[in-house]
C-alpha cells in the first residue's frame, strides 16, 4: 500500500512540476477562477441550446465532470433520474440492488464496471438516509447504495457526476459520485411563478391508467433577499412482473436412489427449485421540499431545505414450483427419485430430466411447493432537513456552511404467507434451455384450480418476517473556506474545510412467525386438544383466482401458467393462526445495528494558467465503526438471552478505528483552441455496505433433513475501500455544438469486498424440524480482497442540419479480483445512441441503450449473473402555447426481458418482463 501511496503521490508532485514550467513560460494572468467551475456535458435547456452550454462548460472545467439539467423547470429528459444518468459515457444503471430480480424501474445507478455501492450519491453535496421497499433488500446484503426510486426527476434542477475526485468533495465515491442538485428560489426570473404537470402514466402488462402530479411554487420578493419555494407530488402506479425463477442449483449425492442408481449422476448440478412467479404491486408515491432563501446583504446568503418522500409499496408475490431437491434428493427416509431413461447432462448439469409418479408415496414427498407471500404495508421513505449558509469576508476570502439530518425507512410490517404442498405423486421433469425460460411440469398435476378434496394440494407451512423497520439516519456539519490569491499568482485559490457526520443503521425487530393455532380466537402456540389450526382444511381459504390469462405469454418456454391463488384478504385470514409474539419469535439472527462516525477535513490548491490550469489536494479521513450482531449463545452464559424460541444469544459489539489520508490532482491542458487534454489522479475512500458490516443472517434452510442449509449474513471487520485512480482525456470541439472524446482510466481497489462462503450452525425451526435442530449452513459472507478496474470511453455528439442532431457513447470497462472471483457489477460493454428534432413548437427524442452481461453476486449459494439487456425509449413533446406543452414518455419500448444465470449458461436462474409504460402529461407555467 505505502509503494501505491508513493507512486501517486510522484504523480502528483510530477503535475505540479510540469505546471510550473508552463507558468514560467506564460506571459498573460490566468483564468478566473469562475469560469473553472462551470461543468461539464450533457446539459439539457432546450435540446439545442443545452448542448451549447454543456459544451462551453465542458471547457472550462478542471476535473472530469458531467451535468444533466432539466429543460424547464420541473422537466427532466426521462421520468427516471436514473435512466438520464445511461446516456452519460462511464454510467450503468439496473433496476435491482442485489438478487431480488429487476422490476421495471430503474433505480440504482453505477459508474466504470463496478457495483452501485461504490458510486456515491449526494442531494445538495450531503449524503442521504435512505430506504427499500422490498423485504430482501431490508435484510440481505445490501445498503449502501441510494434507490433512485424515491427520488422524482421533478425534485431535480441539475445532476452532476464526478467521475475524478478533488480533496474538498465529501468523501464516499470511490469510483465516483453523483449530486443531485435542487432549485434556489431566488435563481427564478418571476416573483411570483407556478410550475407543475398533471397526466397520467399507462402500465401495459397490468392494464391500468393512474395519476400523475406535480407542482410547484416560487416567490421572491422585490428586492430579491428573501425567496420561498414549495413543491408537491403525488404519482401513482401499477407494476406487474411475469417471471420464470430457478432458485439455485444442488448436486447430486452418492447416497440418492439417482446417485446410486447411475453414478454418472455423482457431483452433477441440478435446479433445485423451477417455478412461475407472478409478482403484482401498486405504487403511490407522495412528498414534496419547501425551500427558503435569505440573502440580507451580498455578503451573507442562508438556505433551508426540507425534503420528505414516501413510497407506498404493497405487494403480492406467488410462485407455483417444482421441487428438484425434494424429488431427487429426498426427504426423511426416503432417498429421492431415479429420472428415466434419457436424462441430459451438459456442463456438469442435469439440464432435462423426467421422474415417474410414486403413487401411494408419504404426501410429503409432493413433487411441487407453491408459495403465496402478501406484504401489506410494505414501503419505503427519505427525507432531510438542511441548513446551508455563506459569508463572503472580504473580497478574497469566502466561509460556508451546511448542517442538517437525514434519515430513510426500508418497512415490511406485515408478511401474511401460505406455502402449499402441490403435485402430490404427480411425476414431473424439466428442460433447460440455456439463459432464458425453462421447460417444466408437474405431472398431471390441476394448476387452476385447488384439488377437489384438497388431494392436490395440502398447507406445508406458514413463514414470513414481521416487524420489518430498517432505520437509515446521518446527521452532518461541515464548513468550508476559499482564499483567492492575486491574480498574477499561478496559485488562483487555496480551499479548505473540515466536516463531522454520525451515520447510523438499524433493525432492530424482526418477528419470524409459525404455524401455531386458536383457543377462543387466542393464539396458543402449544396447540392443545380441540384447538382450530391452520393444517386443518376447513380453516383454509374458499374459493379462489387465477393468474392473469396472458401470464408469461412475452417469456417463452412450456410451464404452468394458468395457476389458482388466493387473495390477500384470504392470506391474512389465514396467517390469524400464526404466532406473532415479539419476544418468543424474535429472529436475533435477523437484527443489528451500526453506528459510523466520520471525521474529515482537507486543504486543496487551485491554479492556472493560460493554456493551463488544475488543482491539486489532501483529505484526512478518521473512520470509527461500531457494529451490534447478535449471535449464539450458551444458554449457561451470563449474558445470554433466553427468551427466543429461536435459541440463547447475546449481541456482541465490534469497534474499529481507521485514518486515512486521500491525495488529489487534477490538470487540464488547452492543446489549441478546440483540443483539451485532461489528466487526473487521486486516492478515494468508500465505505463498506451497512449490512456487509452489519448485516443480518438470512437463513433458507435444507430442503431435506441431513441436508445443508444456505443463507447470507456481515463481517464488522471490513476495513474502509480505498481506490488508486488515474484518468485521462481528449477532447476535440471540432464544430458548433460537436466534440467528440476519449478518455482511458485505471483504478487500483484495496479492500475490495468480495463473497465468500463460511459454514455455521443454527438452531433451526421449520416443516422438517417443527421442535427445533441445529442445522448447518454454507452462509455467503463478505469478505476483504482487490479488484483493478481498467477502460476506456468515447462520445461523440453533434448537429444534423438545423433542426436535428445525434450522439454516441461507448464504455469499456475490465475488472478482476485478487481471489480470481468476478466482479460485482462489471459489464464489459456499454453504449448509448441517440437522436433529436426540435422546432419552435415540436420535439422529439429517442434513444437506446445497452449494457453487455455481469456478475451479480451469489444466492442460495450459487452464482447470479444478469444477462446483457438493452433498452429502447422515446419522448415527444408539443408546444401549446408560452404557458402549456404536452409531453409523451414512452419507456421500455422493446419490451426487455431481464435474464439471469448461475455459473454457466447451462443454469438459468430467472427471466422477468415487466411490459411498456407511457407517460403522458400537460405542463404548465404561470
Not at 435540446?47 to 462551453?56: H, T, V
Not at 464496471?113 to 450531503?126: A, C, E, F, N
Not at 449457561?636 to 469497534?655: E, N, R, Y
Request: aromatic share 10%; net charge negative; with cysteine.
Amino acid at each position: 500500500m505505502n509503494c501505491k501511496k508513493s507512486i501517486l503521490s510522484a504523480a502528483i508532485v510530477a503535475s505540479l512540476s510540469f505546471a510550473a514550467q508552463l507558468h514560467a513560460q506564460e506571459t498573460t494572468s490566468a483564468t478566473s477562477t469562475q469560469e473553472a467551475t462551470d461543468l461539464d456535458t450533457v446539459v439539457v435547456v432546450g435540446i439545442r441550446g443545452s448542448i451549447e452550454k454543456s459544451l462551453d462548460a465542458k471547457r472550462g472545467e478542471n476535473s472530469r465532470v458531467e451535468v444533466i439539467t432539466s429543460e424547464d423547470i420541473g422537466k427532466m429528459p426521462d421520468k427516471n433520474v436514473a435512466d438520464s444518468l445511461a446516456r452519460v459515457p462511464g454510467v450503468n444503471i439496473s433496476a435491482a440492488s442485489a438478487n431480488e430480480g429487476a422490476f421495471d424501474e430503474n433505480d440504482r445507478v453505477s459508474m466504470r464496471g463496478t457495483s452501485p455501492s461504490l458510486t456515491q450519491t449526494l442531494i445538495d453535496g450531503h449524503n442521504i438516509g435512505t430506504g427499500d421497499w422490498f423485504v430482501l433488500n431490508q435484510t440481505g446484503t445490501v445498503g449502501r447504495s441510494v434507490s433512485y426510486s424515491l427520488l422524482p426527476a421533478e425534485l431535480v434542477d441539475k445532476v452532476v457526476v464526478r467521475k475524478s475526485s478533488e480533496a474538498k468533495i465529501v468523501e464516499g465515491g470511490a469510483v465516483g459520485s453523483i449530486d443531485i442538485i435542487t432549485r434556489n428560489p431566488l435563481n427564478f426570473e418571476e416573483g411570483f411563478s407556478i410550475f407543475g404537470s398533471v397526466g397520467a402514466v399507462y402500465a401495459e402488462l397490468p392494464g391500468n391508467t393512474d395519476p400523475q402530479i406535480s407542482v410547484l411554487g416560487n416567490w421572491k420578493n422585490a428586492d430579491g433577499s428573501f425567496g420561498l419555494s414549495v413543491q408537491a407530488f403525488s404519482e401513482e402506479r401499477h407494476l406487474r412482473r411475469d417471471g420464470q425463477e430457478l432458485l439455485g442449483y444442488d448436486t447430486i449425492g452418492a447416497g440418492t436412489a439417482a446417485g446410486t442408481a447411475h453414478p454418472d449422476l455423482v457431483g452433477v448440478y441440478f435446479p433445485t427449485l423451477v417455478g412461475s412467479a407472478l409478482f403484482e404491486q401498486e405504487r403511490k408515491r407522495t412528498g414534496g421540499m419547501l425551500t427558503m432563501q435569505f440573502k440580507p446583504s451580498d455578503s451573507v446568503e442562508i438556505e433551508a431545505n426540507y425534503f420528505r418522500s414516501d413510497m407506498k409499496a404493497d405487494n403480492y408475490n406467488r410462485n407455483y414450483m417444482l421441487w428438484g431437491s425434494r424429488i431427487i434428493n429426498g426427504t426423511a427416509g426416503n432417498n429421492g427419485q431415479v429420472p428415466l431413461a434419457g436424462y441430459v447432462v451438459r456442463n456438469n448439469t442435469l439440464v432435462e430430466a423426467e421422474f415417474a409418479p410414486t403413487p401411494g408415496a408419504d404426501p410429503s414427498n409432493a413433487f411441487g411447493i407453491y408459495d403465496e407471500i402478501s406484504r401489506p404495508g410494505a414501503k419505503s421513505s427519505t427525507e432531510f432537513f438542511s441548513v446551508d449558509g455563506k459569508w463572503s469576508v472580504s473580497e478574497n476570502l469566502t466561509f460556508s456552511g451546511q448542517a442538517g439530518t437525514s434519515e430513510g425507512h426500508g418497512e415490511s410490517p406485515v408478511q401474511d404467507v401460505a406455502e402449499w404442498d402441490v403435485g402430490l405423486n404427480s411425476g414431473g421433469g424439466w428442460a433447460l434451455h440455456g439463459v432464458g425460460a425453462a421447460d417444466w411440469h408437474l405431472g398431471n398435476a390441476v394448476t387452476g384450480v385447488p384439488g377437489v378434496a384438497n388431494v392436490d394440494y395440502r398447507l406445508d407451512w406458514i413463514f414470513g418476517f414481521q416487524d420489518i423497520d430498517v432505520v437509515d439516519k446521518e446527521d452532518w456539519a461541515k464548513i468550508d473556506g476559499e482564499l483567492l490569491f492575486d491574480s498574477n499568482s499561478a496559485l488562483s485559490s487555496l480551499d479548505f474545510g473540515v466536516r463531522s457526520a454520525k451515520h447510523e443503521r438499524n433493525l432492530d425487530q424482526v418477528t419470524a412467525q409459525g404455524p401455531a393455532c386458536l383457543v377462543n380466537g387466542v393464539v396458543d402456540p402449544s396447540c392443545p386438544v380441540g384447538s382450530s389450526s391452520p393444517f386443518d382444511p376447513a380453516n383454509w381459504p374458499s374459493g379462489f383466482q387465477n393468474y392473469p390469462g396472458d401470464f408469461g405469454d412475452g417469456l417463452g418456454g412450456n410451464f404452468p401458467r394458468d395457476i389458482w391463488y388466493h387473495t390477500p384478504e384470504q392470506l391474512a385470514a389465514l396467517n390469524a393462526f400464526t404466532n406473532r409474539d415479539k419476544e418468543a419469535r424474535f429472529y436475533f439472527p435477523g437484527a443489528y445495528g451500526l453506528e459510523e462516525r466520520s471525521t474529515a477535513a482537507y486543504a486543496q490548491l487551485n491554479f492556472s494558467g493560460e493554456k493551463w490550469s488544475g488543482n491539486v489536494g489532501l483529505r484526512y479521513v478518521r473512520t470509527e465503526e461500531d457494529v451490534k450482531n447478535y449471535v449464539n449463545a450458551d444458554p449457561t452464559d451470563p449474558d445470554a438471552i433466553t427468551t427466543s424460541l429461536f435459541g440463547a444469544f447475546k449481541t456482541v459489539q465490534t469497534k474499529n478505528t481507521y485514518n486515512d489520508w486521500l491525495p488529489s490532482a487534477n490538470f487540464k491542458y488547452n492543446l489549441n483552441d478546440d483540443m483539451v487534454l485532461r489528466l487526473a489522479a487521486s486516492r478515494t475512500l468508500t465505505r463498506p455496505d451497512f449490512s456487509a458490516l452489519a448485516g443480518a443472517v438470512s437463513l433458507s434452510p435444507p430442503a431435506a433433513v441431513g441436508g445443508v442449509g444456505t443463507g447470507s449474513g456481515g463481517n464488522p471487520n471490513l476495513e474502509p475501500i480505498l481506490s488508486t485512480n488515474v484518468d485521462a482525456t481528449f477532447e476535440w470541439y471540432y464544430g458548433e455544438r460537436s466534440l467528440f472524446s476519449v478518455g482511458v482510466f485505471y483504478m487500483n481497489i484495496d479492500n475490495y469486498v468480495a463473497l465468500g462462503t463460511d459454514r455455521q450452525s443454527y438452531f433451526t425451526i421449520d416443516s422438517n424440524n417443527p421442535n427445533g435442530a441445529l442445522i448447518d449452513y454454507d452462509l455467503t459472507v463478505p469478505v476483504s480482497s482487490g479488484a483493478k478496474v481498467k477502460g476506456f470511453e468515447l462520445a461523440w455528439e453533434a448537429p444534423i442540419g438545423e433542426y436535428f442532431g445525434a450522439f454516441a457513447n461507448y464504455t469499456y470497462a475490465d475488472g478482476d479480483t485478487d481471489d480470481g472471483t468476478a466482479m460485482l457489477g462489471t459489464s464489459k460493454n456499454t453504449y448509448n445512441v441517440g437522436a433529436y428534432f426540435e422546432n419552435s413548437t415540436f420535439n422529439a427524442r429517442v434513444n437506446y441503450t445497452y449494457r453487455s452481461e455481469f456478475y451479480s453476486g451469489l444466492d442460495r449459494a450459487s452464482a447470479f449473473y444478469q444477462d446483457e439487456i438493452d433498452n429502447l425509449s422515446a419522448s415527444l413533446g408539443y408546444k401549446i402555447n408560452d404557458n402549456l406543452s404536452l409531453s409523451l414518455d414512452l419507456m421500455n419500448l422493446n419490451n426487455p426481458k431481464t435474464k439471469y444465470y448461475a455459473e454457466n449458461r447451462d443454469r438459468p436462474r430467472s427471466i422477468y418482463e415487466n411490459g411498456r409504460q407511457y407517460y403522458l402529461n400537460l405542463r404548465f407555467k404561470f
